[in-house]
Nanobody, 115 residues
Framework: QVQLVESGGGSVQPGGSLRVSCAAS????????MGWYRQAPGKQRELVAD???????NYADSEKGRFTISRDIAKKMVYLQMNFLKPEDTAVYYC?????????WGQGTQDTVSS
């Protein structure tokens, strides 16, 4: 019943920006943390950024300074602003939520960076 739904993915040229959003529903409780992971073809899923209910953030070193994660707890939403995008950022981006030791995942949204 807990659901995470991503939106905002698409195609952009190198150097461009994208903002992806994730809406949570179906839970009486807020996620302890929410974040974004990505998976490129032939590669493992990797953490991009996450944020706790207390506002602490964590970024992959390669994305720090380009990406910004934010959260609206009241709206049960989390966002990822991605700037100065590179072709290597191309991946399916998955929204993640964690509560009571369990992980929940969205279906993913495709972000493609190419010229």
């Amino acid at each position: 019943q807990v659901q995470l739904v991503e939106s905002g993915g698409g195609s952009v040229q190198p150097g461009g920006s994208l903002r992806v959003s994730c809406a949570a529903s179906g839970s009486r409780f807020s996620f302890y943390s929410m974040g974004w992971y990505r998976q490129a073809p032939g590669k493992q899923r990797e953490l991009v950024a996450d944020i706790t209910i207390g506002g602490s953030t964590n970024y992959a070193d390669s994305e720090k300074g380009r990406f910004t994660i934010s959260r609206d707890i009241a709206k049960k939403m989390v966002y990822l602003q991605m700037n100065f995008l590179k072709p290597e950022d191309t991946a399916v981006y998955y929204c993640n939520g964690r509560m009571f030791g369990d992980n929940y995942w969205g279906q993913g949204t495709q972000d493609t960076v190419s010229s």
